[in-house]
Nanobody, 120 residues
């Protein structure tokens, strides 16, 4: 069982920054790809960024250049640094883990989410 706990969400003004954290069990990163997903009201859940077992990172076009995913193996934590936030970034953000693939359908374990609200 991989239990994931997100934190760091909140209210921020457009143009501001926020850092999300995802706490995972020890040794998770050697066996699972880690991903961040988000779901805005009235929209489907979408891929945001991922950090693979092979140390590759991937980003959705909508966040490329603004968001950075990183990993701290000693703390068993994956981060999502979000800069230049836009109102369209408003969503519930989910941390997820999967042994194969990085898409939503490939994820096996999900956190309960943390809400990010970006005001105009």
């Amino acid at each position: 069982q991989v239990r994931l706990v997100e934190s760091g969400g909140g209210l921020v003004q457009a143009g501001g920054s926020l850092r999300l954290s995802c706490a995972a069990p020890g040794r998770t990163f050697s066996s699972y790809n880690m991903g961040w997903f988000r779901q805005a009201p009235g929209k489907e859940r979408e891929f945001v960024a991922s950090f693979s077992k092979s140390d590759n990172t991937f980003y959705a076009d909508s966040v490329k250049g603004r968001f950075t995913i990183s990993r701290d193996n000693a703390k068993n934590t994956v981060y999502l640094q979000m800069n230049s936030l836009k109102p369209d970034d408003t969503a519930v953000y989910y941390c997820a883990a999967g042994r194969n693939g990085i898409g939503s359908s490939a994820m096996e374990y999900w956190g309960k989410g943390t809400l990010v609200t970006v005001s105009s």
